[in-house]
């Protein structure tokens, strides 16, 4: 038998029976940072609870567009004859029996008509093979003007433009979560004549499409459909560029290569076959949370203003794109410990394209986003996390991008009027976010309603607010900005004012500076989908003060290993509507709590956070089952923090200080070679070999760097992107005189 590949261990259908599965999460294809996602449907309407449910059994229909708040172009093949609009109409029953679900392709029987599906795709065009059998029409029903994923549609328009080949757009309305609407254009062509045109209509007036009967001379049909949100010739110019032929086979094989590179450039061997399905699921899953949002020919909609305006990405010497609008949604929130260090080890293109997008996006708009969508702001969740974001990319020589004005963007979104003003979904005013409590008292008050807003919780807006201007000081330090670097040092010790010593929690303070009763620390009152036990540690950037604060290091991991012990029986994990109830101490199924087991060995207790972070790897991230993980993926960060977790690297303030390190812990596997500087520098690595590797071995007995020994339990970055071997001795029970001493901790 042949050696498995990376893209082999990929399994897409992990994590799709979770309860709360989201519209942007889909099992069906896409290239790496794709724009085009095909898949297939089984509950085609709403944010949550929608889009491929594994426990579900009927398919509605096949989309291309699963994208933050964005969603289109829903097809089905079927044998029926036209009987109006409305999925329901030509649904399909399915069995997981005859399905395949791969990185990059996806194929099932419908059990009604007896179609055969495949899909594959390029970066903006999805291919279709469709079977049908021998009696019956070969249609095809595009049903454009239902509601689907997120969005209701305000618009939608199709009409044939050739013996083979139709083009329209579908235009998403406003949600709750987007204040703008936005057409996905599309142009879709088949590989044999249309015999039959019908306009799909509803008696209701909601349904408008097209109903196609194909010639049925041949049993296979292919069916190409490029989309853009640019317009209707964007799309077309998608299609003959990306997608000029009709080798559904080659397609697929190019596919999976792409993924396989991608993938490959993390190699893990060794460990349980498990734990190798897990890590590139994980991985795949990261690599597919960014999504392209311009055309081949780098022309992107800007509609930030409510207007759609379209605009030209910045050209390379040779004229063409200098970089893809490549579109982060609402994956930022937090993302420090989850994605920035992921993408900084092994996808530095990724993260520049990224950084690009968001300086882009400032020039456009007036302020770099926190949750893009489509050319428009969604102010999603709080703060500004985009500045951890970019500042670690600087900080680990992700520059080729324009810093000046990305550093004038996110002092931008510190000041009234930028992001540090606006809390979740604040289209309208600039008051949610308090910033001008946090500048002028040091914290922001609880207590406060913002109409059409939601997240406006001065607790979690303080501590947030402290860490990220902590992060834009370090920046500000390293461009020579000193006045800045004095300025944001000193707001990034705001949390203090927070830290309440009778109770030693971080506690929410009412207007007139008095504490907030009656104060539980369970309680998610005045904290942003977390709670005091959770947030109380959110300061990454100055652990040793709050080690301090919270009565030095002995009763600060004392009181941090109970509040592990207590949350072990529920696999510490607590789901968004249970929080409350669940009586959540630690909590790694959302991103606030995604750090603290690294928080021992800031305390001098490495050994606990080797035994704790294995534990939340198997318990809480460990599932290779369709029940997944945790509630909420985000768009690959929970993936990036369990991969991590699996490879024994994190960093508590994630790559943002001025010399990025990696904290860590035994990984699962007993090899792992890291592929350096992506595509621009090929065969220089960074080895991790393992001894003693084994599920019973979480804590590391003793490490090598390029031969010499290790008292410390952290490298450099620059010791990591330098290359070399890392080899970590693990074993079953702990070393505690490792990484304890004052110059062995991680640095301050």
Same mark, same amino acid.
């Given at each position: ?79 029926? &004859? ?61 049903? !454009? ?77 292919? !069916? ?56 590139? /699921? ?90 893009? /969508? ?100 370090? !920046? ?102 249970? !929080? ?30 080797? &035994? ?24 690959? &960060? ?32 007993? &090899? ?12 220089? /690595? ?38 070399? /071997? ?23």
């Amino acid at each position: 038998m042949s050696r498995r590949e990376p893209v082999d261990y990929v399994d897409p259908l992990i994590d799709s029976a979770k309860p709360r599965i989201r519209w942007v999460f889909s099992v069906g294809t896409a290239r790496p940072g794709g724009m085009v996602r095909p898949a297939a449907n089984t509950d085609p309407v709403g944010t949550w609870n929608s889009g491929y449910r594994y426990e579900s059994d009927t398919i509605a229909c096949l989309s291309h567009m699963h994208s933050w708040q964005l969603s289109g172009v829903p097809v089905m093949p079927t044998t029926k &004859k036209n009987s109006g609009s409305g999925f329901e109409r030509y649904a399909s029953r399915f069995s997981h029996a005859v399905e395949t679900a791969e990185a990059g392709y996806y194929a099932v029987t419908l059990d009604g008509p007896g179609i055969g599906v495949e899909l594959t795709a390029t970066r903006r065009v999805g291919f279709h093979r469709y079977s049908f059998p021998a009696s019956g029409p070969h249609a095809v029903v595009f049903d !454009l003007a239902r509601p689907l994923g997120p969005a209701a549609m305000s618009d939608a328009f199709v009409r044939l433009v050739g013996s083979a080949e139709i083009e329209g757009y579908v235009e998403n309305d406003v949600t709750t979560r987007r204040n703008t609407r936005v057409r996905v254009y599309f142009v879709a062509r088949f590989d044999r004549s249309i015999r039959r045109f019908d306009e799909l209509r509803a008696a209701d007036a909601d349904g408008f499409g097209a109903y196609i009967e194909l010639d049925t001379t041949r049993e296979i049909l292919l !069916l190409k459909v490029a989309i853009s949100l640019t317009g209707i010739d964007g799309a077309r110019r998608n299609l003959e560029a990306e997608l000029p032929g009709w080798d559904f086979d080659a397609v697929r094989d190019e596919s999976r290569d792409e993924w396989n590179r991608a993938l490959g450039r993390i190699l893990v061997e060794g460990g349980a076959e498990e734990d190798r399905v897990k890590f590139y /699921t994980d991985l795949f899953r990261v690599l597919s949370g960014p999504q392209t949002m311009s055309d081949v020919d780098g022309r992107y909609c800007h509609a930030s203003n409510g207007t759609a305006r379209i605009l030209d990405t910045e050209r390379d010497g040779s004229g063409r794109p200098a970089h893809p609008q490549l579109c982060g949604h609402d994956g930022f929130w937090n993302s420090q410990w989850s994605t920035n260090i992921v993408l900084g080890l092994a996808y530095p293109d990724v993260w520049r394209d990224q950084c690009r997008f968001l300086v882009d996006f400032y020039r456009d708009g007036g302020l770099i986003p926190r949750g893009p /969508t489509a050319g428009s702001y969604s102010f999603v969740m709080i703060a500004a996390p985009t500045t951890p974001f970019i500042t670690a990319a600087y900080m680990k020589g992700i520059r080729d991008f324009d810093m000046e004005t990305a550093y004038e963007g996110m002092k931008r979104n510190t000041l009234p009027g930028g992001l540090m003003s606006k809390a979740g979904y604040e289209f309208d005013t600039c008051v949610g976010g308090g910033v001008e409590y946090y500048i002028e008292r040091g914290y922001i008050p609880e207590g406060r309603a913002v109409e059409g807003a939601i997240h406006v919780d001065g607790a979690s807006q303080t501590l947030e607010y402290a860490f990220q201007d902590w992060a834009l000081a370090q !920046l500000a330090a390293e461009l020579g900005y000193r006045d800045d670097f004095e300025t944001y040092s000193h707001r990034a010790r705001n949390y203090r004012n927070l830290f309440d010593p009778q109770t030693g929690f971080m506690r929410p303070r009412r207007l007139d500076g008095s504490w907030f009763e009656p104060f539980d620390p369970l309680s998610l009152h005045d904290f942003c989908e977390a709670n005091s036990w959770q947030y109380s540690f959110h300061v990454p950037h100055d652990g040793q003060s709050l080690i301090t604060l919270m009565g030095g290091r002995d009763r600060f991991v004392r009181r941090l290993d109970e509040a592990f012990e207590l949350s072990e029986p529920t696999d510490f994990y607590a789901a968004k509507p249970a !929080l409350e109830r669940d009586r959540a101490y630690v909590n790694y199924g959302n991103e606030p709590g995604r750090f603290v087991a690294h928080l021992f060995a800031h305390a001098g207790a490495p050994w606990l956070t080797q &035994k704790w972070s294995r534990l939340v790897k198997r318990k809480t991230f460990g599932s290779v089952s369709p029940m997944g993980f945790c509630e909420d993926d985000d768009i690959g &960060k929970a993936a990036a923090t369990s991969l991590l977790l699996s490879i024994g690297l994190f960093d508590v303030r994630g790559g943002a200080s001025r010399d990025p390190v990696y904290e860590l812990t035994a990984p699962v596997f007993e &090899k792992v070679t890291i592929a350096l500087g992506g595509r621009r520098r090929p065969g220089k /690595t960074f080895v991790m070999e393992v001894a003693g590797n084994a599920a019973e071995h979480p804590y590391v007995r003793s490490v090598e760097l390029n031969g010499k020994p290790l008292s410390r339990l952290w490298i450099f970055h620059r010791e990591l992107a330098a290359g070399g /071997t890392l080899r970590i001795t693990v074993g079953a029970e702990p070393c505690r005189s490792m990484g304890t001493a004052d110059r062995d901790l991680p640095p301050r």
